[in-house]
Each structure stands twice: as structure tokens, then as C-alpha cells.
């Protein structure tokens, strides 16, 4: 229990395992002893049994895949957008005192605000899906970027000098390489809130996608298909998440986090 001391891998699977398995033994205690009634808060069971209904009556599995393309589409366009604007407010401060007061004054609108005038002008499709993501990341994604490239090592920076390096090779040779895993941690927590995006936008006028579906239970009251699809977004952000993390120690192994 000492601060920041690390834990073996096999001990943190465990504790994870363990919280997981407390919260559900909470969760049925609530529900399975009458503390709650089933119309607020469905059991464990029900909401599974209700899981099962949804995946083999009601294509339910098809409503996962839309959600999870217009996460990947939005945050993607957002990041190829964001990444280099980001790099180049880091490395230039000309960039930064140009682009700096806009972004962040951007980045304290609420995607969710654009949503009314996104439908005026993209209509219901996926168009106005995909912007309200871009909207929500793609502001967030260059400050953080900014912020990291700017963190530079100066040392690192003046040794490359010394060596002959030319201002644009210090970008290309320094501070990208010193960034890019800080970056990619940057992407990895963003996608995160890019769910939270995709869930409002699918909450007015769309016909598929887990934001429609827990729209369509909330009318017939069934917190069960409810909580089912909330669980369903966590786990795909638990495992986009541990996949970030390997494909991050696997690109920058020379990382030390």
C-alpha cells in the first residue's frame, strides 16, 4: 500500500475483478431484496435475460455496429484534423497565439448545443452523427496535443541543434517522437468521451444505433434493455481501451509509462 508503488499484473486483474463482482452483489442485493422496485432499477437477471432479448429478436447486435462506425468516423476525422493542428501550436508560437484563444474558447461548447442547427444544415443521417463527435473531440484533441508537444524536453531540443538539426527536422526528429505516446494517450482518453457524444446525438431523430434503443425502452419503461445497453457501451470502451494501451506500448516502446 505504498504510494505509487506498482502492483504485479495478475494482483490488478484480480482487485478488478473483485470491485466488478461487489458492485453486482450490491446491485442484486438492491434489487433481488425489494430495496428497489423493478420499474426503476431492473436485476442482474433481468436486465440479461432482456440482453439476450434484444440480441436474438431485435438485431440488436446491428444497432452496435452503427454506433461503434459513427464513433470511429467522428473521432477519426477528428483526429486527423487535430493531431497536426495540435503539433503545430505545440512547436510554433505563432500558431499557438493565432489558433490558442479560438480553440479554447471552442472546447467549452457543448457538441450537444450544435445538435438543432447540425440537423438544419446535415439533416437526420449519419452527416450530423458524425459532426456532433467531431465537434466534441476535435477541440479537446488539439489543445491536449498542443499542451504535450510544448512539454518538450528543451535539453533534447538544444542537443538536436547542436548536432545540426534544422528547425523543421527538430519537429520531425524531436518533439513528435517525444510526444507521440503522451498523443496517443491523449486519443485513447478523447475516444472516451466521444461515446458520451454519439449516445446524445443518437438521442434525436435516429432510427438505429444504442442511443435509439435505450430511447425506444425508456418509453415502455424496460430499465432492463436500459442498463443493457449502457453495460454493452462500457465494455466496447473497456476493450477500445485495452487495445489502445497495447498498441501504444507496442508503437512507442520507448515510453516509460
Same mark, same amino acid.
Given at each position: 500500500m505504498r504510494p505509487l508503488q506498482p502492483l504485479p499484473g495478475a494482483a490488478k486483474l484480480a482487485f478488478g475483478f473483485l470491485f466488478f463482482a461487489l458492485f453486482v452483489a450490491a446491485w442484486g442485493a438492491a434489487t433481488f431484496g425489494g430495496f428497489v422496485s423493478p420499474l426503476f432499477l431492473a436485476s442482474p437477471l433481468r436486465m440479461v435475460q432482456e440482453g439476450w432479448s434484444l440480441l436474438t429478436e431485435y438485431n440488436f447486435s446491428y444497432d452496435i455496429a452503427v454506433t461503434i462506425w459513427r464513433v470511429v468516423g467522428g473521432?477519426? +476525422? $477528428?483526429?486527423?484534423?487535430?493531431?497536426? +493542428?495540435?503539433?503545430?501550436?505545440?512547436?510554433?508560437? *505563432? *500558431?499557438?497565439? !493565432?489558433? =490558442?484563444?479560438?480553440?479554447?474558447f471552442a472546447r467549452y461548447l457543448p457538441a450537444s448545443a450544435f445538435i438543432p442547427l447540425l440537423i438544419l444544415w $446535415?439533416?437526420?443521417? =449519419?452527416?450530423?452523427?458524425?459532426? #456532433?463527435?467531431?465537434?466534441? @473531440? *476535435?477541440?479537446?484533441? /488539439?489543445?491536449? #496535443? $498542443?499542451?504535450?508537444?510544448?512539454?518538450?524536453?528543451?535539453?533534447? *531540443? =538544444?542537443?538536436?541543434?547542436? !548536432?545540426? $538539426? @534544422?528547425?523543421?527536422?527538430? #519537429?520531425?526528429? #524531436?518533439? /513528435?517522437?517525444?510526444?507521440?505516446p503522451q498523443i496517443a494517450e491523449t486519443l485513447r482518453l478523447v475516444l472516451g468521451w466521444a461515446w458520451t457524444y454519439v449516445i446524445v446525438a443518437e438521442l434525436i431523430g435516429s432510427s438505429s444505433g444504442i442511443g435509439h434503443m435505450i430511447v425506444d425502452s425508456q418509453a415502455m419503461l424496460n430499465t432492463g434493455q436500459i442498463i443493457f445497453g449502457i453495460i454493452v457501451i462500457g465494455i466496447i470502451g473497456l476493450v477500445s481501451d485495452f487495445l489502445f494501451k497495447a498498441a501504444n506500448r507496442r508503437l512507442f516502446p520507448w515510453s516509460l509509462a
Open positions: 473521432f477519426v +476525422l $477528428a483526429a486527423i484534423i487535430a493531431v497536426p +493542428l495540435g503539433i503545430a501550436m505545440g512547436a510554433w508560437k *505563432v *500558431v499557438e497565439a !493565432l489558433l =490558442e484563444p479560438f480553440v479554447s $446535415a439533416g437526420i443521417g =449519419e452527416t450530423q452523427k458524425l459532426l #456532433v463527435i467531431f465537434i466534441g @473531440s *476535435v477541440f479537446q484533441i /488539439i489543445l491536449m #496535443v $498542443a499542451f504535450t508537444v510544448g512539454q518538450t524536453r528543451r535539453d533534447l *531540443v =538544444e542537443a538536436a541543434y547542436t !548536432l545540426g $538539426a @534544422s528547425d523543421l527536422g527538430i #519537429v520531425k526528429r #524531436v518533439l /513528435i517522437p517525444a510526444s507521440a
